[in-house]
Structures are given as structure tokens and as C-alpha cells.
């Protein structure tokens, strides 16, 4: 039995090492041992309690994550990392007021982080305050900029222009999806994108990485409807968050000469046809596109693309991911920061509605406007059912 007077840093590294490779469950089990230890020696630190939140939090136990992060501020109340982690969750139950009010805090207890100025771009935004939401929404971006910047390039950017797109040959074009389960939030607007594709983005084609838990009866709509289909399947003890990665597959192809990543819920739309078509006319390797005041990372993993052929596969890309947050549903987003942002920074045409000029964004072309109220990347199952 562990002397709970003397901790034993077995277990805390036990509990990281099962967390680096996604093992939830052992790493909460061995980072209780270890905070029970800290509590009874009196040697806890803010980053102990910060730790042990943020696995609760991605065990889905809010209530409890919070209780930690305040037992933390009640030993720590300058801690601007338990701050600005007590914002995120606020904001993820619903109290925008409260989520400002912890990451004001954050800032205020010397924050340099940019999950800060996230958090409060969202609350502000949510609270109907969108001027609050741009200027905390571009100092995010700067600040991931300067973080990220610093970062080792992984791959060389060409001396010459992209190639010309050709729309006659298709299978060298990809729209890449991730899918998994048989929820009608992705299967049904995915469905609806395959359709549009074909009069839309006629020079494309769906690639869908999927897995068994997609019924057969989806995976058969899917194919009928032109779809290439990609088998994956998540190893034993991997968090399913990582499945988003599978559409990054697309980028370890050496016949793919042009790539679209896009979320399996959001529909296609004339606007972002239009941007891609400004994107293949120009001297850019790359495209990304920023259209809601939520849109405060440099990479939306759902919203942007590339040349094929000049980034490291996403094995590479992983293995030199280094985590710069706790891993969780934004993982596909993080790791485009940390791994490909660096190299692509100077290379990508940015169209941007809400933070225009940030990082060189430029305006959206001015044709195919959405309706006000909808944005490129939005939930579009919510318009599927309030239709219905």
C-alpha cells in the first residue's frame, strides 16, 4: 500500500504516460492516488489539481472537474491556468457570465494563453456582445500565431505555383470526411453533401473514412451516392475523439493532387464554392476560411485545404504533435496549429468574415452570400430538423 505521506511520482507519471497514449481510465484511477497523496502531504500544486480536472473533463464529469479546479483556486487563487480552466468549463454548462468573468481573471493573473481569449470570443459571442467576441477573437488568433510560428516546419514549401486544378479528372480531387456511428446529425447532411457535390464541386470527389459502427444500409446510401469508402478502425483504448484524424489521411496520398477536409454535418454552400474557386486561381498552396466569431483557431479542421504531396502523412504529423492543451474533441484543430500552421503560415489565401485582416485574411469574393444567420461549417442537422 502507497504511504499516502510520502507521494509516490510513480504514480503521477503513470498517470501521464496512460494519458499521452489515451488510456482515460488508468490515468484517472493513478492520478487519484497521486492527488489523495498530495492532499494528505500538503504538497498538491495548482498543476496537480489542474491535471486531475482536466481528466474529469474529458471523462465527461464536469461538476466534478469543477469542484477540483475550485479547490485548487481556494489554495491557489492566483492561478490564472485554474482560472482560465474554470472559464472553459463554465462555458461548456452554459454560464457565458461566468466563463468572462474566470477568464477576465485569467488575464488579469498574467494568462499568456491563448484557450483565454477563446473562451471569452465564445462567451462574449453567445451573450450577444460581437464586438467583445472580434477583439477577443483576433488577439486568439494573434497569440496562437506567435505560439505556433515558433514551432519546427515539417515540410518545405514549393519554390514554384500549384499546378493547375484539373476538374476533368475527379478522382485526383477529394472532399475528405470522417464518420463513425449512425447518428442522423452526420449521416443525413453528409448524404445531402453527396448530392450537392455533383452540382457544386463537379470536379471533386467524397472520400468518407469510416468504420464498422456505421450501419451497412448508410454505408450502401453512401457508396450509391458516388462515395469512396475508406475502411479505418480505432485501436483498442484510443479515445474516439482521435477518429477525426482519418480525413487527414488524404494528405499522405500521392494521387491526390488537391484536397478539401470538411465536418460531415455542414453542408456545402455557393459561398465557399466561390472562395475555392478564388483559392484555385491563385499563386496559394493552401486555403483556409474563418466565418463565425467561434472561428478563432488557425486551422479550422473542417474548413480548409491544400496541394497534395507537400505535407508530412499524419502519422508524422502526430508523432510530432506536442500537445499544447489536454486532448480532446478539438484534437484535429490543435494538431493542424502545431504541426502544419508553421509551415503553411505564408502560403495560404485566408478568407475571413469576421476577423478580416487578421494574420493577412482578406474578404470573402462578393458573390454566393449566405442568408444572415448562416455560416460556412455551421450544424446544419439543426436546419434539417427545424424543417421538418
Partial sequence: MTNLLNPDPAHEQLAQDAHARGDLATALRAHEAHLAARRQSGTAEAETFLFHALLLFQDGRLPDSLAIIDEGLHLFPDAPTLHENRGVLLLTTGDNGGAMQACLRALECGSQSPNTHDCLADAAGRLGRLDLAVQYGRAALEAKDRMFSAYPALATMPTTPPPPFNPLNPAENIIAYTLWGDSDRYFIPLLEN????????????????????????????????????????????????????????VLGDPTIRRYLIRDADSLLTVKERVAVDAWLASNFHFHTMRDYFTHTDLLLAGMWGGVGGILPNIDTLFANRQGWRAEGNHIDQDLLSETVWPAIRHRCLIHDSVFTGCLGSVPFPPFGALLPGFHIGENSFLRFVANS
Avoid: C, N, Y
Fill in 194 to 249: 453527396l448530392r450537392l457535390i455533383k452540382h457544386l464541386f463537379p470536379g471533386w470527389t467524397a472520400r468518407i473514412h469510416l468504420d464498422a459502427s456505421v450501419p451497412p444500409a448508410q454505408r450502401h446510401d453512401l457508396a450509391q451516392h458516388g462515395a469512396q469508402i475508406v475502411e479505418f478502425q480505432l485501436p483498442p483504448d484510443m479515445p474516439g475523439h482521435r477518429r477525426l484524424l482519418w480525413r487527414f489521411a
